[in-house]
């Protein structure tokens, strides 16, 4: 069961059959190859404790048990291959796909009998965790709480939900944040050259390099995996020798993965998209207005184009809630609480999932009524300021909290709504130079038209 004890693998796991998955014989050999995780890796963080050998038996009581949660593709597992290699304690790994109490039993047994016998330090890495039932997760407890072992788990599922929370309350929760564009380039170029990847056998070019960033999102499994495809057909074409054999690229030109090669490959058509030019404009420009002009299935269009291309979730989640509110506004007030829980969704539970989310929230800004009186009313506001029309805070509304306000007339004459039948007081809010004026102007769609009729009641009230 101890992950590292069948033969076949070099000193950090890593099978050494240049046959097996480029994504495998990729995996970081030290905490310096990981990429996208530097919050965790800090020195003294719990990682960098469990990865470095204790200098003495005692340093190693410290360590807290972990859960690491995060998308696919972050690192988790890898983290966990450099716990084993990277430490003194024995690695054992459990997959919450197969084991059962039984086996969990067993591990802890033995753990505990070589933690007496010769104070063998055990971890404990269990993949999937969230898919152990309560029974399985409350067998954990004993060992994880008078340290037996220590625990590793990875989860893709919040743990909030996913995790009993004694088993929650007895380790430390470390969030591992989903790659970035930047994080996955350095990926891909670093197995074309890297001899344990592609060795030189071909190069990339910038077109392919962006399709598979695309593709992979934050998964850097997926991206090494497509780049492993598509290299091995350009390879196979070119009547070079398979992915991995490691060839040197000096003896002839390397052949070159393009954009076609990655579409052929992957099966799936490129979004020609780029996020840091026109047509990402284009895209994002047509999304809106097709919130705006009340096209559902525009709307979807445009959002599945972003979405396939790769778009940051959280930045189409933060414009439909500019736009919930630029749009809609009052006319549907709902509209804005949905374009908000959509963003803490969106956090939540990631890609590929986020994209029902996304649709929802996208489709109800653009199925609500629409009203941009909020989005007038401010700016009107705000170019009044900007121009200097201020005028004096009237003395009434001044803070009347502080000694000798009173004496300045702070706070004099102020009347308290609350005391006055529907909560409104003929008074005056505005300083005087701007009397009379005019910013919120709701109109007749949705619930604005009922904020009309009373709005209309609550100025004449106000201006009397």
Do not use: C
Request: hydrophobic share 40%; charged share 25%.
């Amino acid at each position: 069961m101890d992950l590292f004890e069948s033969a076949g693998t070099d000193d950090v796991g890593v099978p050494l059959d240049s046959r097996a998955p480029l994504a495998v014989r990729m995996r970081p050999r030290t905490l310096d190859e990981v990429v996208g995780q530097d919050h965790l890796l800090v020195p003294g963080s719990p990682l960098r404790r469990l990865v470095d050998p204790p200098r003495d038996r005692d340093r190693g009581a410290g360590v807290a048990s972990v859960i690491l949660w995060g998308p696919p593709g972050t690192g988790k597992t890898t983290l966990a291959y450099l716990v084993a290699r990277g430490s003194e304690r024995r690695f054992v790994e459990l997959s919450a796909v197969t084991a059962g109490v039984g086996d969990i039993r067993q591990v802890v047994s033995d753990a505990r009998r070589r933690l007496v016998a010769g104070g063998e330090e055990t971890v404990l890495f269990i993949d999937e965790v969230h898919r152990f039932s309560r029974s399985q997760q409350d067998a954990l407890l004993p060992s994880v709480e008078n340290r037996w072992v220590t625990l590793m788990a990875a989860t893709t599922e919040n743990p909030s939900f996913s995790v009993v929370s004694p088993l929650l309350s007895r380790s430390l929760l470390l969030t591992l944040r989903p790659l970035d564009a930047e994080a996955v380039r350095r990926l891909i170029d670093r197995a074309v050259a890297d001899e344990r990847g592609l060795a030189g056998t071909v190069s990339v070019d910038d077109d392919a390099r962006e399709q598979i960033v695309r593709m992979a999102g934050s998964d850097a499994r997926k991206s090494l995996t497509v780049l492993e495809v598509a290299a091995g057909a350009v390879l196979a074409g070119d009547g070079r020798p398979p992915v991995g054999t490691g060839r040197a690229a000096d003896e002839q030109e390397a052949p070159v993965v393009t954009l076609e090669d990655v579409e052929h490959a992957a099966d799936v058509a490129a979004v020609r998209y780029d996020r840091a030019g026109d047509q990402h404009y284009d895209v994002v420009s047509a999304f809106i207005k097709s919130m705006r002009g009340s096209d559902p299935d525009a709307t979807l269009h445009y959002l599945a184009r972003m979405i396939a291309a790769g778009e940051d979730p959280r930045y189409i989640a933060r414009r439909i809630t500019i736009h919930a509110a630029e749009d809609v506004g009052l006319a549907d007030p709902t509209v804005l609480s949905t374009a908000v829980a959509v963003q803490q969704a969106v956090a939540l539970i990631g890609m590929p999932e986020a994209q029902l989310v996304l649709a929802e929230a996208a489709l109800a800004v653009a199925t609500a009524p629409k009203s941009n009186a909020v989005t007038t009313g401010i700016g009107q506001a705000m170019a009044d300021v900007r121009a200097g029309r201020l005028g004096q805070v009237p003395a009434h509304l001044r803070d009347a909290h502080y000694a000798g306000a009173e004496r300045l007339g702070h706070g004099r004459d102020y009347l308290y709504p609350h005391d006055f039948p529907h909560g409104v007081v003929a008074q005056r809010y505005l300083p005087d130079e701007l009397a009379g004026r005019r910013y919120y102007e709701p109109t007749g769609n949705g619930f604005e038209k009922q904020l009309a009729s009373r709005l209309e009641a609550v100025r004449r009230i106000l201006d009397r």
